[in-house]
């Protein structure tokens, strides 16, 4: 919040002009981050008390029950919680806000998100108990124990038995644990009687596998939907988990973590961390969040990004989300200029890679080197006239990776595809290569297999931000074969 009527969100500014909470002409996306009162609970927020109460008010005034992006029962769930959460911390709601409030809960409760599910009937679900704890009377009591009838159900359905999201997204698995500590929160202030030995025991393998996901820089890695500077990151998520006196036992960043329930695995050797993608799209009736990343990677060497997915920056319907959730977009095999899932309509997914993990083996001083190797296959190809199944390979040590790609049938094309991070520069000549930062080499590159080339990209850290960053490219050769390795100093 810059001024009264005056937002930044997903690096995009705009001003509340007329009374008009709704422009048409601005991402859905900006506008439901406008309507969700996230600023009344921010850093510095009692700087800006004045602003918020004129704020609140305007609010009630230009938004009449049911109109507007503003009643859609998600920000509305959001914007319950932080309503409540402000006044909880100091700030008593005044009989028009109090009001107000108890209209958006009514209006929610009976519009839940059951036809979206995911972290969206999550969100209603926790507005519900809030709020059922925050009123008192009959009606609040239904509203709790509606709110707790679903957490109950959707948390055993959503939260797999590795601690992952069933959406399989970095960014909304710290969502979901923001969302449960906020309960568990909740629970010290009021004296009802809520599961919260439930939630309590749930959150270490979250944070756990969160973790396992995250690279050494902090941030999140970028799987399907996911953005920084959306969701707290993890020190922010464990610190609050501490304050709520839950322990959360140290992750050991062994060779290898493998979260099989998700199908993600992450590898530690030497200064090299590599996070793989042998991952269904997303669970088989919300794959909302999925991109068609299957068998991609990520890879940070001396505590950096290096090879990046290229994340996402926007949102709704058009060209650009199908550009950033297609295969082209991600560290994978590209096959006839296709897609290995069919991502569409901003939230779609027509047909599904299924991938399998082949091959997980770790050997310990194999010639004085650790070494591991990973292999996996998917069939998200198979649509195409030559029913070609890729499959692929990493061979990681201390000291370089060794990545083999196989197309088994008849395609006319096959590219494997290695973003770079802004910060670093690839130089090739042949088969021979360097990524280089400020002319300082780190890493060779030697194309085994296949035609290198290079191309211009673009890296999306954040809603509303694309920076240009480079794409190596190796086209395989006549048997649909591809490889590369990248060698450092350990």
Same mark, same amino acid.
């Not at 709790?144 to 009838?149: E, H, Y």
């Not at 756990?208 to 939907?225: K, Y």
């Not at 649509?383 to 196989?406: C, F, K, N, V």
């Given at each position: ?8 969100? @997903?690096?995009?500014?705009? %001003? ?30 009692? %700087? /800006? ?38 006044? !909880? ?26 036809? #979206? ?12 108990? +809030? ?20 957490? $109950?159900?959707?948390? =055993? ?5 590795? $601690?992952?999201?069933? %959406? ?42 969160? /973790? ?24 922010? @998520? ?19 973590? @493998? ?37 991609? +990677?990520?890879?940070?060497? +001396?505590?950096?990004? !290096? ?6 920056? *926007? ?7 199908? /550009? ?8 994978? @095999?590209?096959? =006839?200029? &296709? ?18 993990? !082949? ?25 195409? &006239? ?10 990681? &040590? ?5 990545? &083999? ?32 930062? *400020? ?23 954040? +809603? ?19 490889? #590369? ?6």
């Amino acid at each position: 919040m810059i001024s009264p009527g005056k937002f930044t969100f @997903l690096n995009v500014t705009h %001003e509340i002009q007329d009374a008009d909470w709704d422009q048409p002409s601005w991402p859905k996306l900006w506008r439901y981050n406008l309507h969700y009162f996230d600023d009344l609970n921010a850093v510095g927020s009692n %700087e /800006r008390k004045a602003w918020h109460q004129l704020t609140l008010e305007n609010w009630i005034q230009d938004n009449p029950p049911g109109q507007g992006t503003g009643w859609e029962p998600y920000p509305t769930s959001l914007r319950i919680v932080n309503w409540i959460k402000w006044s !909880l911390i100091g700030n008593p709601l005044s009989f028009q806000q109090r009001q107000s409030l108890a209209i958006q809960v009514r209006w929610l409760h009976g519009r839940l998100e059951r036809h #979206i599910l995911g972290n969206h009937l999550l969100a209603n679900a926790k507005a519900l108990v +809030f709020a059922g704890v925050f009123f008192e009377g009959e009606e609040a009591q239904h509203w709790l124990n509606t709110g707790l009838r679903i957490l $109950g159900e959707q948390l =055993d359905e959503q939260i797999l038995a590795d $601690g992952g999201h069933f %959406e399989l997204s970095p960014m909304y698995q710290s969502i979901v644990i923001e969302d449960l500590l906020d309960l568990v929160h909740l629970s010290s202030i009021y004296e009802e009687d809520l599961p919260v030995n439930n939630w309590v025991a749930l959150l270490p393998k979250m944070i756990g596998w969160l /973790r396992v996901m995250t690279h050494p820089d902090g941030r999140i890695s970028f799987f399907n939907d996911a953005a920084l500077k959306v969701a707290a990151d993890i020190a922010v @998520l464990e610190k609050y988990a501490a304050s709520l006196n839950i322990k959360i036992v140290p992750t050991a960043m062994a060779p290898y973590l @493998l979260l099989k329930d998700s199908g993600y695995l992450r590898s530690t050797l030497g200064p090299a961390v590599m996070l793989v993608d042998i991952a269904p799209v997303g669970p088989s009736y919300l794959p909302a969040h999925g991109h068609a990343d299957t068998l991609s +990677f990520e890879l940070s060497l +001396f505590g950096r990004r !290096l090879l990046v997915n290229s994340g996402t920056s *926007c949102y709704g319907i058009g060209s650009e989300r199908e /550009r950033q959730r297609g295969t082209a977009a991600h560290n994978t @095999l590209l096959v =006839d200029n &296709s897609d290995s899932s069919e991502v569409w309509a901003g939230f779609r997914v027509g047909r599904r890679a299924e991938p399998k993990l !082949l091959e997980l083996a770790y050997v310990p001083n194999s010639q004085s080197v650790d070494a591991l190797t990973v292999r996996g296959s998917h069939n998200g190809y198979m649509y195409l &006239s030559g029913q070609p199944e890729h499959q692929r390979s990493w061979q990681l &040590s201390a000291s370089d990776l060794l990545i &083999s790609d196989t197309v088994h049938g008849d395609v006319d094309s096959a590219q494997a595809r290695y973003h770079l991070h802004p910060d670093w520069i690839v130089e090739m000549n042949g088969n021979l290569g360097v990524i280089k930062e *400020c002319d300082q080499i780190v890493v060779e590159i030697e194309v085994l297999r296949g035609r290198p080339h290079l191309e211009s990209g673009l890296y999306h850290p954040e +809603f509303g931000v694309s920076i240009p960053n480079q794409c190596l490219c190796v086209d395989a050769d006549n048997n649909g074969q591809a490889e #590369i390795i990248f060698r450092w100093q350990s």
